[in-house]
């Protein structure tokens, strides 16, 4: 899928616990300290929420770690409530711990939301995500 311009889309395929370690390195690199958590109710999400809170609360860093958001994908075929929800996250980094298949509905509404293009940094957290010919765009 071609990349848009400006937003980033980091894929790894280790565990969870790996990729988060491999992500703060990377927000600590280029000075990325706000972020914000988004998840859905995929399997493993709670541990994922608790592991950010590890790294964050054990670092010297002075991170700003702007919530979680947990989003419930059933019953809103349009995406309406997942568009408003997109767009109350204040943090221009977004940590997404979540199922391919909901990838997918989460940056249709965040292109939607205009929340996909430059300015905004998605990484995406799970270990069902590599291994595909093709990713969401």
Do not use: M
Request: charged share 25%; with cysteine.
């Amino acid at each position: 899928a071609p990349q848009e311009k400006g937003s980033t889309f980091l894929q790894l395929g280790s565990s969870t616990e790996q990729q988060l370690q491999v992500i703060f390195e990377v927000l600590e690199e280029y000075d990325w300290t706000a972020f914000a958590v988004v998840t859905t109710l995929f399997p493993g999400y709670e541990d994922f929420v608790d592991y950010v809170e590890v790294l964050t609360d054990s670092s010297f860093i002075g991170w700003e770690h702007r919530g979680v958001l947990t989003l419930n994908l059933t019953d809103d075929p349009e995406g309406t409530r997942l568009r408003r929800q997109l767009r109350e996250v204040s943090a221009q980094i977004r940590l997404l711990y979540c199922s391919r298949e909901e990838a997918e509905a989460i940056f249709r509404a965040a292109r939607e939301a205009g929340l996909a293009g430059p300015g905004y940094i998605w990484f995406v957290v799970g270990t069902n995500l590599g291994g595909s010919d093709q990713l969401p765009e």
